[in-house]
């Protein structure tokens, strides 16, 4: 089925700077293919979620021990989960959305994930989608449901990685109940893959939420991320970067309600551009008129090391009480030409100069994230990337 009720998402501003209409001829009426062949001899870690296609295939056995549940989303659609019946479809935006409303319509494949009450584990849950669908013009549409339970204290690493021409179009919805924390780490690498992503969560009272985004490239990627700081001594962290190059297209919006007072957000996201890429950052932090005694802080810094790429970036605050404390500021530039001449002054060479300075830039994100085999990681791909950078004369 082919959508052009473009009026659904005309006149909202997380569609500023990407063509509303360029998945006008595109089908959402679609559920992939299975050829469980490909994942028959795939062993699932002790803290692993397995999923095909999006679909829910095995859980390991730390999942199953601590008590974690995990089901299709359809399945649990049909189980009857009281929290799921009050919340499914009612977390993600009250506004007009074709994308979201296509999902709504015609999801297919997702999972569905209960953190229970009082659990706290250190070591982190990883949930792997294994994706081998091909399908140029067709999205696949994913919905997931995490519900963490009170009390509770977990991590999610989230691989969500793809060599292959695939259009997604997910909706993730996370409900985080009282005294809970929950740390997630979404790692995306596309080259690829056109991609809609919709993330809405709910933070109840002395809750938190610390939300690591990184992107390493996507031939059309647009996430939108809503979240509500809904009661009491909320909170939410969001950090991030993506590292766009070639011909990706990176476009992150994102919006954080602060509903109550006493709740508090901050966001702290870099850019890094090369080839003829284009990134946007449009980020806001909402205060509504009863929320006093609230904070909010937004740090944003680019840089471009190529001619012909773009970075759009644009973090706001909307203030409708006068007892709160709140800063933003944004800066895009190149890399400083009298720092790389101090550099050199001190017999590094130009190269490896510039080498450092990037990677100084990424390291007060990468600080941020508090599991150190993660961390291991993604320094091992950001100097695989300064790397090749370096070979390619930049």
């Known amino acids: 089925m082919k959508s052009t009720k473009s009026q659904y998402y005309l ?19 679609y559920t992939p293919d299975y050829n469980f062949n490909n994942i028959v001899n795939k062993k699932c870690q002790n803290n692993e979620i397995l999923l095909y296609n999006g679909r829910f295939i095995q859980a390991g056995n730390e999942i199953n021990r601590n008590n974690i549940i995990v089901y299709n989303i359809k399945e649990a659609l049909n189980k009857n989960i009281q929290h799921l019946n009050d919340l499914f479809k009612k977390i993600v935006p009250k ?34 989608n294994i994706t081998d669908t091909i399908n140029k013009k067709t999205f696949t549409n994913y919905r997931n449901f995490i519900f963490c339970d009170k009390n509770s204290k977990v991590k999610i690493i989230n691989y969500n990685s793809s060599e292959m021409k695939v259009c997604t179009n997910i909706v993730n919805e996370l409900y985080i109940d009282n005294d809970a924390e929950l740390e997630i780490i979404a790692k995306s690498n596309k080259p690829k893959t056109q991609q809609i992503y919709n993330f809405s969560a709910n933070i109840n009272r002395n809750s938190k939420l610390i939300y690591h985004a990184f992107d390493f490239g996507g031939k059309f990627i647009k996430n939108n991320y809503h979240i509500n700081l809904n009661n009491l001594g ?28 006493n709740t508090r957000s901050e966001l702290n996201y870099k850019i890094i551009s090369t080839g003829k890429s284009k990134s946007i950052l449009f980020a806001k932090a909402i205060i509504k008129k009863n929320s006093s005694n609230c904070e909010a802080y937004q740090n944003n810094h680019n840089l471009i090391l190529s001619e012909k790429s773009i970075i759009h970036s644009n973090p706001q605050l909307e203030i409708y009480n006068d007892n709160v404390q709140c800063s933003h500021g944004s800066t895009t530039g190149q890399i400083d030409d009298e720092i790389i001449y101090y550099m050199r002054t001190r017999g590094i060479n130009i190269k490896e100069s510039k080498k450092l300075i990037l990677e100084g830039f990424l390291s007060d994100i990468i600080n941020n994230v508090s599991i150190k085999l993660f961390v291991d990681n993604l320094n091992s791909i950001i100097k695989q990337y300064l790397q090749n950078l370096q070979n390619e004369n930049f």
């Open 234 to 261: 909320g909170e939410c962290l969001f950090n991030g970067f993506n590292i766009a190059k070639s011909n990706d297209y990176i476009d992150n919006y994102i919006e954080i309600f602060h509903n109550n007072k």
């Open 11 to 29: 006149n909202h501003e997380q569609w500023k700077y990407t063509k509303i209409n360029h998945f006008k001829d595109y089908n959402f009426n």
């Open 95 to 128: 506004y007009d959305d074709l994308y979201i409303h296509n999902n709504n319509n015609y999801f297919s494949e997702g999972y569905y994930l209960y953190i229970p009450k009082n659990l706290t584990i250190n070591k982190p849950i990883i949930i792997n």
